[in-house]
Nanobody
């Protein structure tokens, strides 16, 4: 099993940067693709980014391409989301998830989820 725990959220102004971390317990972390999702109040949860088991392949939603970067360090059982040039529209609770059958853009297809971390971007 894998238990993801997110950290690194906060309150920043538009144009600032944040780096989210997701530490995942378990001996089989390197066998799971990892994804980041976000959900704003009264809105549907949406896919943000995903990364393959070895980090060779990444995927992003169009709205964050060129601004966000997903990466992973399997030796540390951690996946990261570097967020640059943040916009008020990025405000949401960000959650990471683990999937044993490869990366996906659908959060319900993932096997494990973290508790989420709040990101707030002021104008």
């Amino acid at each position: 099993q894998v238990q993801p725990i997110e950290s690194g959220g906060g309150l920043v102004q538009a144009g600032a940067s944040l780096r989210l971390s997701c530490a995942a317990s378990g001996r089989t972390f390197s066998s799971y693709a990892m994804g980041w999702f976000r959900q704003a109040p009264d809105k549907e949860r949406e896919f943000v980014a995903a990364i393959s088991t070895n980090g060779d392949n990444t995927w992003y939603v169009d709205s964050v391409k060129g601004r966000f970067t997903i990466s992973r360090d399997n030796a540390q059982n951690t996946v990261y989301l570097q967020m640059n040039s943040l916009k008020p529209e990025d405000t949401a609770v960000y959650s990471c998830a683990a999937r044993r059958r490869g990366a996906s853009m659908t959060f319900r297809s993932y096997d494990y989820w973290g508790q989420g971390t709040q990101v707030t971007v002021s104008s």
